[in-house]
């Protein structure tokens, strides 16, 4: 049985000022185009799906390797020309890391999460096999910032005081 490290999620959008005939246009060149780069860079399992003004990509990859997705950018970011962006997140199955990449303008940039374990058992997996052992490569483009959520004091919870039960008289 075939075991796929890593799996793609791609969202097309295409612009807004296409009209229907060029958008389906654009849409029958996109599809071949990104079916290409795709097997070339070794997905399998392609799955596309219309929606409107944009377009769903799913597929696999047999290894979650950072050179590869930048490779699958850099054949994408062509067919990102203003008429269509591209948002493109590349998922570890292990959960280690997240690799999201956007594609304009042909251009495209990428920024990188790591998950943070569970519990013990998660850390302990992960020190046998750590996502820092997994082929990363240098961001070709400035990388996002992702935002963290500021912290917060959770309000405090509602006084628990009981009222001391009657005593029976005897």
């Not at 997140?89 to 943070?116: G, M």
């Amino acid at each position: 049985m075939a075991h796929y490290a890593a799996e793609l999620f791609v969202q097309c959008v295409y612009s807004l000022d296409l009209t229907y005939h060029e958008l389906l246009a654009t849409e029958g060149e996109l599809k071949p185009a990104l079916t290409a780069a795709l097997e070339q860079n070794g997905a399998q399992f392609i799955h596309f799906e219309e929606m409107g003004d944009t377009m769903r990509v799913q597929c696999v990859f047999p290894a979650h390797d950072e050179y590869l997705f930048h490779a699958v950018c850099d054949a994408f970011a062509p067919f990102m020309d203003g008429r269509v962006e591209a948002r493109l997140l590349f998922v570890d199955k292990n959960l280690d890391l997240l690799h999201y990449y956007t594609i304009s303008e042909k251009k495209w940039q990428e920024a990188v999460l790591a998950l943070p374990a569970a519990g013990p058992l998660t850390r302990a997996l992960r020190e046998q096999d750590p996502p820092s052992k997994k082929p990363h490569a240098p961001p070709k483009t400035q990388d996002y910032q992702l935002p963290l959520p500021k912290k917060q004091d959770p309000p405090p919870l509602p006084s628990k005081k009981q009222k001391p039960a009657a005593q029976k008289k005897a």
